[in-house]
């Protein structure tokens, strides 16, 4: 398990960048719940933790796809692929996640283990 | 355009002493050299007066205006504060936003890279840009320009460092009025456009003031107006003497085409406001024209040396915008004032270059206030004119 954060320095409607590799993006809902997903857009290399996030998706900054924080799944293009979604747990008011172990879907030029892990 | 114009030099010194005073040489109205000295020595450095507040309703939405040689990106942040930005991308220079107004949900994109900037001008996303950490996202924000809100518009200076506000644009409001107080009770932030005309004038910007200043060319001219107000006859200008507003005539019920009765009067205003029409020149390019029942809100942006869009706005009261009560007999007047007006500037801006107005022309003794202005160009422009 990664520790993130302590949950209280995630408010609600927040994102937060972890810069492993590659980087995941750890997102509180307005509602409170604590989501992960990979932080590069399957499209182009952009963040997601810079996105706009509504309910349970957010929408990727440069060109607009929507990434479900539950699914993974993209709603249209740009995008196509799905990006990965990683289990959390908040244990004594610590985020952990727990990476996926899928191979993730990262955009052109961006190889799993390089790339935008600065 | 052989005439040269010294800095500061007093046209009396070019005149005999007499009725007449010089005005600047044609060139000062047809050199592009001239307009470029004034748009460094004068626009790039006051308060310009650029959209309604109004047009910016909200978060994100949004007006591009053309001021001096720059094109200025307006809008409100999240908290509706008004925000002004170069319209520049910082990465490779493209125009940011095309339209002349419109509304984003969240930020501002470049469409050439996608560089992507909030409301408040930071940098907040871009491609690769998680890979450039060295990027900071202030610094790499879009170039601020001051702004301030006051009668309802929303005030610009390009200027690193923007005059006093108070000593510039109210200042000249005082000097017309008297006092603040005098203009504040017309309550032209809370007004609203009840019409909006937009002209464009094929003439020097100062030709255009010049001809606002004086009264001179009333009595030809503006038929309707001088049966309105009958003091115009007599050719002083009702911006000549502080705090006068030229009376409305005995007959006339209001400020409108045919003389016939205007709307709800402006709650605010003083019974020696009342009847009375009060002008004035906001350096350097707003007219405020007061009446008991609306106000008449003109901003010039000069394009070119022949060339000013005017941007003429009716304001009254919001229940009678709200209410859709008829405002074309009092918009119908000032209209054809400014027609009547904007035709005499185009008649004389082709003449600014003939040879015989190198050294320009003359003014008569209720035009001689106009040489305030000349002078102030003048030294505004300094040397490089």
Same mark, same amino acid.
């Given at each position: 398990m990664l520790n993130v954060c302590p949950l209280s320095e995630l408010p609600p409607g927040e994102?937060?960048?972890?810069?492993?590799?590659?980087?995941?993006?750890?997102? %509180? +809902?307005?509602?409170? @719940? *604590?989501?992960?997903?990979?932080?590069?857009?399957?499209?182009?290399?952009?963040?997601?933790a810079d996105g706009w996030l509504e309910g349970c998706q957010v929408e990727c900054p440069l060109h607009a796809s929507r990434f479900d924080l539950r699914t993974g799944a993209v709603d249209a293009p740009p995008a196509k692929r799905p990006v %990965? +979604?990683?289990?959390? @747990? *908040?244990?004594?008011?610590?985020?952990?996640?727990?990476?996926?172990?899928?191979?993730?879907?990262?955009?052109?030029?961006?190889?799993?283990?390089?790339?935008a892990n600065a | 355009m052989t005439a040269t114009i010294e800095p500061g030099a007093h046209p009396a010194a070019l005149t005999a002493q007499g009725s007449l005073l010089r005005t600047l040489p044609g060139r000062a109205y047809v050199d592009p050299a001239f307009f470029a000295a004034e748009q460094d020595g004068i626009f790039d450095q006051m308060w310009i007066c650029a959209v309604r507040s109004d047009d910016l309703s909200g978060p994100g939405r949004f007006k591009t205006v053309q001021i001096s040689r720059e094109s200025i990106l307006l809008t409100r942040n999240r908290k509706g504060e008004v925000r002004g930005y170069f319209n520049v991308c910082r990465h490779r220079g493209a125009r940011l936003c095309l339209e002349e107004s419109g509304e984003v949900k969240r930020a501002f994109q470049c469409p050439y890279h996608a560089w992507t900037?909030?409301?408040?001008?930071k940098l907040i996303a871009a491609p690769n840009l998680?890979?450039?950490?060295?990027?900071?996202?202030?610094?790499?924000?879009?170039?601020?320009?001051?702004?301030?809100?006051?009668?309802?518009y929303v005030w610009v200076c390009l200027a690193p460092q923007p005059p006093s506000f108070e000593a510039t644009v109210q200042q000249d409001v005082i000097d017309r009025l008297g006092d603040l107080a005098s203009i504040d009770a017309y309550d032209i932030e809370h007004l609203q456009p009840g019409r909006r005309i937009h002209y464009d004038v094929q003439a020097n910007w100062k030709l255009i003031i010049e001809n606002f200043m004086e009264c001179y060319h009333c009595a030809t001219i503006h038929p309707e107006l001088t049966?309105?107000?009958?003091?115009?006859?007599?050719g002083y200008a009702a911006q000549y003497f502080v705090g006068h507003g030229a009376e409305f005539g005995e007959e006339i019920e209001g400020f409108t085409v045919d003389g016939s009765a205007g709307l709800g009067k402006i709650p605010g205003i003083q019974e020696e406001q009342d009847r009375r029409y009060y002008a004035m020149t906001v350096r350097p390019?707003?007219?405020?024209?007061?009446?008991?029942?609306?106000?008449?809100?003109?901003?010039?942006?000069?394009?070119?040396?022949?060339?000013?869009?005017?941007e003429c706005d009716w304001l009254y009261l919001p229940d009678v915008v709200a209410s859709g009560k008829d405002v074309s007999s009092s918009v119908e007047l000032f209209d054809r004032v400014n027609r009547q007006d904007f035709d005499a500037c185009e008649r004389c801006q082709p003449s600014m270059s003939s040879s015989q107005y190198a050294e320009g022309g003359v003014l008569v003794p209720t035009e001689h206030h106009i040489r305030i202005f000349h002078d102030w160009v003048l030294d505004r422009v300094g040397d490089l004119g």
């Open positions: 994102a937060l960048r972890v810069p492993c590799s590659p980087p995941i993006a750890v997102f %509180r +809902t307005e509602e409170g @719940e *604590v989501l992960a997903i990979d932080d590069t857009c399957t499209h182009q290399d952009a963040s997601l %990965r +979604t990683h289990r959390v @747990e *908040v244990v004594d008011g610590m985020i952990q996640v727990e990476l996926s172990l899928d191979t993730p879907n990262l955009p052109p030029g961006l190889a799993a283990g390089s790339g | 900037y909030d409301l408040d001008g998680t890979s450039m950490p060295d990027i900071d996202r202030v610094e790499y924000g879009l170039h601020h320009v001051a702004v301030r809100e006051w009668l309802g049966e309105v107000l009958p003091e115009f006859a007599n390019q707003v007219f405020i024209n007061l009446v008991p029942d609306h106000v008449i809100f003109h901003r010039l942006f000069p394009m070119a040396e022949d060339r000013t869009i005017v």
